[in-house]
């Protein structure tokens, strides 16, 4: 029910579609989210329905990187082209076919976290009732005489409390068994990120993906300011029971918890990006790790659909007001 005080209900909450116009990124459609209560964010239907943009209470949670918006027309698909259109963005899908380094498998030879993060979206609606809005899309990455796959995908935004979902089906339409892979590529900015911030990510063993890494391994939690020349670090988390990773800034009393169930997205990566410009911290679940799918079959990891199978995954993200939260969430009175 519309409130009397209110003239049109998006005086308040709901969505609005905008085009972008000009640049790499002209014509794409972006469908601007609010909830009402300082939650603000952007979903790009040509970008695979993914989160561009992240606000809480007017400020900025997600990283943009510097190639800014740019259409999945620009795509480039050999090798690491995927970073040429990166735009990071809070959420960037990796998979559907590959995630992580370009390799070969059976067959394939696969790029940079594969290619359903640069597809359009085929269908976008949106609903709303009392309690929260939820935008719905449908992503195929799928093609001639290769992989069918289908994902539909729902972001549920709260208008009740400040905290969204994204919720994903993946099915083979093909004919023929084929690996569903996922990584939701989840990236804090500044001013949430910065050498102030706070990470707190319980989980029961960490092990550091390169011996670069290894070097830090006792500060993996540690932001640092802005550094040239950074070589990126990423390190391996592993969760027996809830899968939670959260990051939370003093100097704007403000933060964010990330919650997955790790039965499901067994997966869980923390990418520290330190670098000037090229400043950033995933904190990323997924159903798999980022070296790449011949790794991950050799490991005996793939999730493999077959024809006419699906699954389901499952993101909440809630945003941290104040120090009082940001204790509770890390079991602190």
Avoid at 249 to 266: A, H, K, M, T, Y
Wanted: overall charge negative; some cysteine.
């Amino acid at each position: 029910m519309v409130s009397p005080y209110v003239g049109h209900e998006s005086q308040v909450s709901g969505v609005e579609e905008h085009r972008l116009v000009g640049g790499k990124g002209d014509g794409m459609r972006l469908f601007l989210v609010r909830n009402g209560k300082g939650l603000e964010f952007t979903v790009s239907a040509d970008r695979c329905a993914d989160i561009s943009r992240l606000s809480f209470r007017g400020l900025n949670m997600s990283h943009f990187a510097a190639c800014g918006y740019v259409a999945p027309a620009y795509y480039d698909g050999v090798e690491n082209g995927f970073l040429k259109s990166f735009t990071v963005g809070f959420l960037t899908t990796c998979g559907l076919n590959a995630v992580g380094i370009p390799c070969d498998d059976a067959g394939e030879r696969l790029p940079l976290h594969g290619t359903v993060g640069n597809i359009p979206a085929e269908q976008v609606w949106w609903e709303k009732d009392e309690k929260e809005i939820r935008l719905h899309a449908v992503i195929k990455d799928q093609a001639l005489g290769a992989h069918k796959l289908l994902m539909k995908r729902t972001v549920g935004c709260s208008l009740e409390e400040n905290s969204f979902y994204v919720e994903d089906v993946i099915e083979n339409e093909g004919d023929t068994e084929y690996p569903a892979m996922i990584l939701y590529h989840m990236n804090m900015g500044y001013p949430l990120l910065s050498e102030k911030s706070e990470v707190y990510i319980p989980s029961t063993d960490v092990k550091p993906r390169t011996e670069h890494a290894a070097e830090d391994m006792d500060t993996w939690m540690k932001m640092l300011p802005p550094q040239p020349g950074f070589e990126e670090q990423c390190y391996f988390h592993s969760f027996d029971k809830d899968g939670v990773a959260a990051i939370y800034n003093p100097d704007i009393d403000q933060g964010l918890v990330i919650r997955f169930d790790p039965e499901s997205l067994p997966y869980f990566t923390e990418w520290k990006m330190m670098g000037c410009r090229d400043y950033v911290l995933g904190l990323e679940p997924g159903n798999c790790h980022p070296d790449g799918r011949d790794r991950m079959r050799a490991e005996g990891g793939l999730t493999i659909l077959q024809p006419g199978e699906s699954v389901r995954y499952h993101v909440d993200v809630a945003m941290i007001a104040g120090r009082d939260q940001w204790n509770a969430v890390r079991g602190k009175s």
